[in-house]
């Protein structure tokens, strides 16, 4: 088995409950797990955790989805799903379910696949990617659909607070942060293509005068912002995945990177991140 499993979940909130509601949950973390502690956890290896060697050696790309269903146990799952409810019933509630679903499912997918490009000697489990996504995915909806919200300063403010404590959270030891990254921005992304609304004169035509007419339903904006999100995630995930089956390790192509999930002090080292 590889020296280390990262544990990937939540410790807290992680989202915003309402565009006009300044009340956040807290934080959203992740853990790994050392070589004493994995007896408990070698279970989950043949239960499709994530792992490089046997997605890209042994060709189990499944196991880059897989892994988001998995925890290493009770407190880990539970912790999750209380991220899961801050986050996700609000989002599900005002944009569905099929659009939520797909924002979760494609930005965990995210955060495997850029984790299993920096982190090659460990196995990861836990939602923590698809997690991000939706905090992601909120932060780009604000931003898209921003001329129908009130008090949107103060909840862009209070979002953006929140995303850097998590990710933050991320640079400590023994903590999967490119999990997080990638689901993040494949969430960001996707806000802009699957969460824009309306503008207020297409929802509002009906009672115009007959001689105001409403051409678009959605603004200029929204329409470029669609655009430019769907290449760059079109384009992102190609390279990604090209590069990771090819079996190439990103830390050589981005020599720093190695401290976006661990920055080393006097109180730790970071060599279990660094693989």
């Known amino acids: ?3 280390d499993d990262i544990e990937r979940g939540g410790g807290g909130g992680g989202g915003v409950k309402s565009r006009t509601n300044n009340s956040y949950p807290s934080s959203s973390s992740s ?5 004493r502690e994995t007896q408990w956890t070698s279970w989950l290896v043949p239960m499709f955790v994530i792992e490089w060697e046997k997605v890209v050696q042994k060709h189990q790309g499944w196991r880059l989805l897989t892994c988001v269903w998995l925890h290493v146990g009770i407190i880990h799952l539970l912790a999750n799903m209380l991220c899961l409810v801050f986050i996700g019933i ?6 569905g379910f099929v659009h939520i679903g797909i924002i979760y499912l ?3 997918f995210a955060g495997s696949v850029l984790s299993s490009l920096f982190i090659r000697n460990s196995i990861s489990v836990g939602a923590s990617g698809a997690l991000f996504g939706l905090l992601g995915a909120m932060l780009s909806e604000l931003i898209t659909n921003w001329t129908i919200y009130t008090n949107k300063a103060a909840a862009l403010f209070t979002l953006l ?6 990710l933050a959270i991320g640079i400590l030891p023994h903590v999967d942060n490119f999990a997080h ?10 806000g802009f293509i699957l969460l824009p609304r309306p503008h207020y004169g297409w929802l509002e035509r009906r009672n115009l005068p007959a001689d105001v007419g409403v051409k678009s339903k959605y603004k200029a904006y929204q329409y470029l912002l669609w655009l430019v999100s769907l290449i760059l995630l079109i384009a992102g995930f190609t390279v990604a995945l090209v590069m990771l ?18 920055v080393p002090t006097s109180r730790w080292n970071c060599e279990e991140n660094q693989l």
């Open 90 to 95: 609000r989002l599900e509630q005002q944009f």
């Open 31 to 35: 853990y790994l797990i050392e070589d």
């Open 161 to 166: 607070v929140i995303i850097a404590i998590n």
């Open 1 to 3: 088995m590889p020296g």
């Open 181 to 190: 990254i990638g689901g993040f921005l494949a969430g960001f992304l996707l």
């Open 106 to 108: 494609l930005s965990g």
């Open 245 to 262: 089956f090819r079996g190439e390790n990103g830390n050589d192509h981005c020599h720093w990177c190695h401290y976006l999930s661990c």
